[in-house]
C-alpha cells in the first residue's frame, strides 16, 4: 500500500517535473473470483503477461466469490477507486450493462489498443451473449462453460441401459432415471445443478421458446417471463412427479447437487461443464452426453447458451492504462494461451482459432466428450430465443424461480402453480429495479 | 448527591474521547449513512440517485414478504431464545451438584461459546446437510424423510439448534452465577422444613433467579435477531423458499445480492428502531430488577 503510494506520488512527481509520459510501469489491478486450480491458471497468466512485456504489470486479486467480486467492485466505483479490470459472473452482465459510464466496452477498449475487434474470430455463441444488441462487444469472455449431462457407466450396466448411448431427451432421461432407481442400481435416479440456469434458461434457449419478452431482455425496454409457458409447466411437472417417488434429489440452488453424483447416489446428473474435473478427479467410471431437449419443441436442439464469467474494464481511466489492458485482452486471446486454457480448466475456448487447434491437436479424440459443450453452442446460430437471457436483475429473479422451485419439489405446489408465482413474482421485481 | 470534581477541565473529555470516536465511527456515521440512503432510490453504481421520500419504507411495509419474514424472525428468536436457556438451565443446576472436576465441567460447557457463528453453522451442516451429513444419512436409514433443502420446518429446526447450541455456554455462565448467589441458608432451612429437591427448585431458586432470566431471554432474543446472520448464511442461506429468511437475512439478500441499496436501508433502519426498543426495555425493567436480587 505504502509502495503503491510512493510510487504514484513518485510518477505524479515526474509528470509535472517533465510534462512527458511517465516511465514508470502502468500497474493495472485485475479482480477476480477464481480458487484453487484455477486462481493458479490467472495467477500464470499474469505473470506470463508481465515477464513477456515491461511497460504494464498486471496484478491480480482475488476478490471472494462472484457475487464478493462484483460488490466490491461496485463500492470501488463508488468510492472512485475502482480496478482496471473486474471478473463478473454471467448474471452480473445485467447489472453491468445498465451501469453505462461506469464501465468501457472492451471493443472500444481494443481499438483504443490499435487492435481491431473482428468478431468473426470469436465463438459466435459466447461473443453474441457479452454484446449489446447492436454488436458492440462489451465484456471479455474469460471462463465460459456450457451445461452438459454426465451419467455413471457402473449404475447404467446395472441397471440394465445403455451403457455407450446415454438418453438424448428429457422424456428419455426421466425414464432412465426410473430404470435405475426401480431396479435399484442407485437410491437416485437423476438430479441436477443450478435449476435456474440449466432447466429455465438453458432450457428455453435449446429448445427455442422464450424465456421472455424482448429476446430474453437482451433487446432492452419492458420484459415479460414466459416460463410458465405449457412447454416449461410439463417440463417441471414431470420433474416434480419424480421428485415424489425419489427418483429426482434436489441438491440447492447452485452446484451442490454434484455431490449427490459424486458419491453414488444418483446415476444421472446435469452440471456445467465446468464441473468435469472434480468428476474425474472422483475416480468415477463416468460418460458425457449433451445437454437433453424437449422432443416436443420444434427445432430442438437449437443451441446453449454459456454460463461462467467475463472481464469488465471500468470506466474514467487514463489512456494509459487502457492500452495496458488491450495488450492483455490480446494477449490472452492469443490461439497457444487459449488452446491451453481450454485444455487444462475446461472452459470453453473464446476464439475459433484455439477451437481449431484444440481440434488439429487431436485432444477431443483422447478426451471424448470435451467438445460436447463447444458444439452445443456452435451447432446453431443463434435465434432470439437462444442468444441469452439479460435482465437489470437476473440473480434477484433466479432467487425467486428457486423459491417456487423449493416450493414445488417439497410438494406444496404443482409446477403450474409455482410457475405462475415465478411469473408474477420475477415481472414484479424486474418492474421495480428498471 | 455530591458533584464529583475533576480538578483538570480537559482530562475528563480526554478520557471520553476514544469511547466517543468508537461510537461516532462505528455507529452515529454508518446510521445516518443509512438514514440518508434509505429515502433515496439508486443504482448499484450510484449512478442515478432519487430522493423518494418515504416511498422505500411503505414499498417495505406493504410487501408480503417482509411480513412473513417479520413472523420468521419471531419464530426463530423465541424458539432460539428457550432452545437456548432451557438447557443452559439443566445444566448449570446439575453443574452446583458436581462434586469434583466443576472447573473442568464448566470449562467444557463454556468452550462453544468461542466458536464463530460461521464456523457453528458449518458444523452443523455437515452433520445434517442432506447431500453429505453423516446424521442426515443416518436420520434416512431409519426411515425419517430428512431434507432440510426442501422442508422449510426442517430447515428452520435446524438453525435453531444451531443458533441455540452456541449460545447455550453464555446463558449456562449467567446461570452458574445466579444460583451461586442464592444464600444456601434459604436452601437449607426449606429442606429441613421439609421441601423436596423439585419443590425448592420451584418455589425458592427459580424466582430468585427470575431477573437473571429475565435479562438473558432480552439478550437471547437480540442475539437471535441480529448475530445468527452467519449461521444462517452457512446453513440454509434464507431458504428454502424463505422459510429461514430473517429481517437481518432479508437486508443482506435485498442490499447486496439484490442490489436495492434504498430497500435495503429502509429496512436496516426499521432494524435500528427494534434494536433501540430491547435495550430500552432491558434497562427500564431488567436494571430495576437487578436491586432486587
Known amino acids: 500500500m505504502i509502495r503503491t503510494l510512493l510510487m504514484s506520488a513518485g510518477v505524479l512527481a515526474a509528470s509535472v517535473a517533465f ?19 484455477n486462481n493458479d491458471v490467472v495467477e500464470r497468466l499474469a505473470k506470463e503477461f508481465n515477464e513477456k512485456q515491461s511497460e504494464y504489470k498486471i496484478v491480480p486479486v482475488f476478490k471472494g466469490t462472484y457475487p464478493e467480486t462484483l460488490n466490491a467492485g461496485i463500492a470501488a466505483f463508488r468510492a472512485r477507486q475502482p480496478p482496471a479490470i473486474i471478473q463478473v459472473f454471467d448474471v452480473g452482465t445485467g447489472v453491468m450493462m445498465q451501469a453505462e459510464g461506469a464501465v468501457k466496452p472492451v471493443a472500444e477498449v481494443l481499438e483504443a489498443g490499435g487492435y481491431i475487434f473482428d468478431r468473426s474470430q470469436y465463438l459466435p455463441g459466447i461473443v453474441s451473449y457479452y454484446s449489446k444488441p447492436d454488436g458492440t462487444m462489451l465484456s471479455f469472455p474469460y471462463n465460459s462453460s456450457s451445461p452438459i449431462l454426465y451419467y455413471n457407466k457402473d449404475v447404467f450396466q446395472k441397471a440394465g441401459l445403455d451403457v455407450d448411448n446415454p438418453p438424448k431427451t428429457w422424456a428419455a432421461v426421466f425414464e432412465a432415471a426410473r430404470k435405475i432407481k426401480d431396479s435399484g442400481a442407485a437410491p437416485c435416479g437423476y438430479t441436477s445443478t443450478w435449476l435456474t440456469w440449466i432447466h429455465t434458461e438453458n432450457f428455453a434457449a435449446w429448445n427455442n421458446v422464450p424465456y421472455s419478452t424482448g429476446e430474453n431482455g437482451l433487446a432492452g425496454g419492458e420484459v415479460e417471463l414466459k416460463i410458465n409457458a405449457p412447454i416449461y409447466v410439463q417440463h417441471f411437472q414431470a420433474i416434480a412427479d419424480l421428485a415424489k417417488d425419489g427418483v429426482f434429489r434436489y ?6 447437487a454434484k455431490q449427490l453424483f459424486l458419491s453414488g447416489e444418483c446415476g444421472i446428473l446435469t452440471e456445467s461443464s465446468g464441473g468435469l474435473g472434480d468428476v474425474v478427479k472422483s475416480g468415477m467410471n463416468y460418460g458425457i452426453g449433451q445437454l437433453p431437449y424437449d422432443e416436443t419443441a420444434e427445432g430442438a436442439p437449437q443451441n446453449t447458451i454459456p454460463g461462467g464469467a467475463s472481464l469488465w474494464v471500468f470506466g474514467g481511466k487514463s489512456d494509459e492504462e487502457y492500452k495496458g489492458v488491450a495488450e492483455f485482452f490480446n494477449y490472452l486471446s492469443q490461439t497457444p494461451v487459449q488452446a491451453r486454457l481450454h485444455q487444462e480448466s475446461g472452459y470453453l475456448p473464446v476464439t475459433m482459432a484455439a477451437y481449431e487447434e484444440t481440434k488439429k491437436s487431436g485432444f477431443y479424440d483422447k478426451n471424448p466428450g470435451r467438445e460436447t459443450p463447444i458444439l452445443q453452442m456452435m451447432g446453431k446460430a443463434p435465434t432470439e430465443n437462444s442468444k441469452g437471457v439479460r435482465l437489470p436483475n437476473l440473480p434477484q429473479v433466479r432467487d425467486l424461480e428457486n423459491e417456487q422451485y423449493e416450493a414445488m419439489l417439497a ?21 421495480e429495479a428498471q | 448527591m455530591p458533584k464529583a470534581a475533576f480538578p483538570n477541565k480537559i482530562l475528563p473529555y480526554l478520557l471520553l474521547a476514544p469511547q466517543v470516536l468508537v461510537t461516532l465511527v462505528f455507529f452515529y456515521w454508518p446510521a445516518s449513512q443509512a438514514l440518508y440512503q434509505s429515502v433515496l432510490k439508486e443504482d448499484a453504481f450510484g449512478l442515478k440517485t432519487e430522493f423518494v421520500g418515504l416511498s422505500n419504507f411503505s414499498a417495505i411495509l406493504s410487501n408480503p414478504n417482509y411480513l412473513s419474514s417479520l413472523q420468521t424472525t419471531l419464530i426463530f428468536s423465541v424458539s432460539t431464545a428457550l432452545l437456548a436457556m432451557a438447557p443452559a438451565l439443566l445444566l448449570a443446576t446439575a453443574a ?9 465441567y464448566r470449562t467444557l460447557m463454556i468452550w462453544p461459546y468461542a466458536v464463530a457463528p460461521a464456523v457453528a453453522g458449518l458444523l452443523w451442516l455437515f452433520m445434517f446437510n442432506p447431500t453429505m451429513g453423516t446424521f442426515a444419512y443416518m436420520l434416512r436409514a431409519y426411515g425419517v424423510a430428512w431434507d432440510p433443502l426442501l422442508k422449510g420446518d426442517q430447515a428452520m429446526l435446524l438453525v435453531v439448534v444451531a443458533a441455540a447450541w452456541k449460545q447455550i455456554s453464555y446463558n449456562f455462565l449467567f446461570f452458574v452465577a445466579a444460583l451461586q448467589s442464592i444464600p444456601r441458608s434459604l436452601v437449607e432451612a426449606a429442606a429441613i422444613d421439609g421441601a423436596g429437591s423439585t419443590k425448592r427448585f420451584w418455589t425458592i431458586v427459580f424466582p430468585l ?30 431458504g428454502p423458499a424463505r422459510a429461514t429468511e430473517t429481517l437481518v437475512y432479508k437486508v443482506y439478500i435485498d442490499g447486496f445480492v439484490n442490489l436495492d441499496l434504498g430497500g435495503s436501508a429502509a429496512q436496516s433502519v426499521i432494524l435500528m428502531a427494534i434494536v433501540i426498543a430491547l435495550t430500552a426495555i432491558q434497562f427500564r425493567y431488567v436494571e430495576r430488577k437487578v436491586h432486587y436480587a
Open chain 2, 209 to 238: 433467579i427470575a431477573p437473571t432470566s429475565f435479562f438473558l431471554l432480552v439478550v437471547n432474543t437480540v442475539y437471535a435477531f441480529f448475530d445468527t446472520f452467519g449461521i444462517i448464511d452457512a446453513v440454509t442461506a434464507g
Open chain 2, 96 to 104: 452446583e451438584k458436581v462434586v469434583r472436576g466443576k472447573g473442568f
Open chain 1, 411 to 431: 410438494g406444496q405446489k404443482t409446477a403450474q402453480q409455482a410457475l405462475d408465482a415465478a411469473v408474477e413474482a420475477g415481472n414484479a421485481a424486474i418492474v
Open chain 1, 251 to 256: 441438491g440447492g440452488r447452485t452446484s451442490e
Open chain 1, 19 to 37: 510534462a512527458a509520459p511517465a516511465l514508470a510501469q502502468t500497474e493495472l489491478q485485475w479482480w477476480h473470483a477464481m480458487t484453487g486450480a
